[in-house]
């Protein structure tokens, strides 16, 4: 399938280079080409937080998607121009021609889009980020599972970089929820991104009056994701009574769906700066925080119940922030977990990878009840391991981490696994599981609060087809998607269930204690 | 006609066992949280059917 990334790889004219060490200064810059505007700020401020060196600055024609939106633009308004379209990029180290670039490729920091429009017909005339990449802080608390390689082009030079694309509205022909959807739709559909005449199609197939700058209602959003066949849990809170903000919280939705690389989005009511008091606006989320010595696992408030009296501390106890872009104000943002308060947050979307069909929350439930069922039978297990976990499983003091991944990519960590005394999994065996493990798996990986932040280790973990759709119609069925449990020293593969009961078979495994967790 | 509920695949289960042998018996488990997570889910899919009728728009 083609990719969607010609306005990506075009040829840059009329370059520029800036030197960005003092006295270069970016606010004086910005304000003598662009004016005021917060979102080219932030990108300047990232990149003095990342030490660039360098700017290049180039003219480039609107081609591809930008082409496209320079045209539904002007239906909307005649008079419409495109009068400049500029694509900068920051690079580590200093560059003394744009020659040097492919000498330097590797040191890329971000790139920008940024396009001026002009409407003359409503006086309009403003800058904007049509998109923009910024690879992520080297800091090991800033985790981004799956993040997205873009190609790009910068003078003559083919590039990539990664990051996970920030877009910004511009009242026209998008508004916040266009570009967030944009934006976490990049890296899930096979063609690499999503263009506005897409997402307007989709929105205006749903609602006869619909305009584009007047942003997507929930049913856009929801068709626009199922049109390009993905599947997610949403909840919009003003549908469901008020006790739904605490027993299913935003942020477990949220984390659920950036831990496993779908991403999420959050709607919320906002009265800050330049937004009326009823303002609704989206974010998108991609990434968090680590916080290895945060206090909040051993507070109550951590603890996530799945009913009465039974429960486990997810591993969204040890961030602080979730990772996403605000297209107020620019990408790449750490926007705190407990920060915006529930009441506020009207809308949350769990964006689930491709292919898989239900989510890491449910995935966890189900994982809760059968290891918490399991252990007891294994209480004459000699494993000091199984032996601890039975203790904190009594206490409930279990965390479980939701991961999607492909058969090879479990079959991959599998094999890498070695365990604190150094053993591996015997490779006969992870070779005869590649062959019946289905394609696409969710992996709920099992730690306790002193290994998992720590160590960044686990106990196993208990693995489910996530191609198969959950039957919740009773609460056996429920258990179809089982495929396996792994824990120290033992696999146990599901079978026959008889009046209710189902049975287990024990199967040897040569790791006999804590490995390590899964890293996307 | 219901399908037969199965916990995962048996027959994988007896494939792998006679290749790899067993630590122990097949153990029976009774699943002691089946109902609070089969509400939970139910809980979740409520919530995901009920934003069908949302009116929010984010703009």
């Known amino acids: 399938m083609p990719t969607l990334d010609d306005h990506r790889k075009v040829a840059g004219s009329d370059v520029e280079k800036f030197s960005l060490q003092a006295p270069f200064s970016s606010f004086d810059f910005i304000e003598d080409r662009f004016g005021s505007y917060d979102s080219i700020r932030r990108l300047f401020s990232l990149s003095r ?185 949403d909840i919009d809170y003003t549908q469901v009574e008020d006790q739904y903000r605490d027993d299913l919280p935003f942020q477990k939705y949220a984390y659920a769906g950036l831990e496993a690389g779908g991403g999420a989005l959050i ?87 491709p292919g898989t069909m239900y989510g890491g929350v449910q995935a966890e439930a189900i994982a809760l009840n059968i290891l918490y069922s399991i252990l007891p039978s294994l209480l004459h297990n000699t494993n000091k391991w199984i032996a601890r976990l039975i203790e904190w499983t009594q206490r409930q003091q279990v965390v479980f981490r939701a991961q999607t991944l492909t058969s090879n990519e479990y079959i991959e960590h599998l094999k890498s696994l070695q365990d604190w005394e150094g053993n591996k999994e015997d490779s006969e065996f992870c070779k005869f599981l590649a062959e019946e493990i289905p394609k696409l798996i969710w992996a709920v990986e099992i730690s306790t609060p002193h290994l998992f932040p720590a160590n960044e280790r686990k106990l196993g973990e208990i693995v489910f087809d996530a ?54 | 006609m219901k399908k037969q509920a199965t916990f995962g695949n048996a027959d994988l289960a007896k494939k792998i066992a006679s290749k790899f042998g067993t630590k122990q018996d097949v153990v029976k488990v009774e699943m002691r949280y089946a109902k609070e997570v089969q509400t939970f889910l139910r809980k979740v899919e409520n919530a995901h059917n009920k934003a069908a009728d949302s009116k929010l728009v984010f703009s």
């Not at chain 1, 508004?175 to 959807?181: E, M, P």
């Not at chain 1, 909040?296 to 119940?305: I, T």
């Not at chain 1, 179809?480 to 040897?508: C, H, I, K, M």
């Open chain 1, 467 to 520: 191609t198969q759709e959950l039957d919740t119609q009773d609460s056996d069925s429920i258990n179809n998607v089982f495929v396996f449990a792994r824990l120290p020293e033992t696999y146990l593969f599901g079978g026959d269930v008889s009046d209710g009961t189902p049975s287990f078979t024990p199967v040897p495994s040569k790791l006999v204690s804590h490995t390590d967790l899964i890293k996307m």
């Open chain 1, 49 to 233: 937080s990342s030490n660039a060196e360098t700017l290049i600055l180039e003219s480039i024609p609107g081609c591809g998607i930008i082409s496209e939106e320079n045209e539904d633009i002007k239906e909307l308004y005649p008079g419409y121009l495109n009068d400049k379209l500029l694509r900068i990029s920051f690079w580590e180290k200093e560059i003394c021609t744009v020659d040097d670039i492919e000498s330097t490729s590797n040191t890329l920091i971000g790139y920008a889009i940024l396009k001026h429009d002009v409407v003359p017909e409503i006086s309009y005339n403003q800058w904007h980020v049509f998109e923009a990449v910024f690879v992520k802080y080297s800091h090991d608390h800033n985790c981004v599972p799956r993040h997205q390689t873009y190609s790009l082009k910068i003078g003559e030079q083919q590039l990539t970089i990664q990051g996970i694309l920030y877009c910004q509205q511009n009242e026209l022909n998008k508004a916040c929820a266009q570009v967030a959807v944009r934006s976490l739709l990049s890296r899930l559909l096979p063609e690499e991104d999503i263009s506005y005449r897409r997402i307007n199609e989709i929105a205006g197939s749903v609602s006869a009056d619909f305009s584009p700058d007047k942003g997507l209602n929930v049913v856009q959003i929801r068709t626009i994701l199922s049109e390009h066949g993905l599947r997610f849990i």
């Open chain 1, 267 to 353: 709607g919320f009511r906002f009265s800050g700066r330049g937004l009326q008091e009823d303002a609704k606006h989206i974010i998108p989320l991609y990434g968090h925080t680590f916080n290895k010595d945060t206090w909040a696992p051993n507070a109550d408030f951590s603890y996530f119940r799945i009913g009465e009296g039974v429960g486990y501390v997810p591993s969204e106890s040890w961030t602080s922030s979730f990772l996403g872009h605000d297209d107020n104000f620019g990408p790449n943002f750490c926007i705190p977990r407990l920060y915006i308060e529930k009441d506020k947050v009207d809308y949350v979307v769990e964006i689930f990878r």
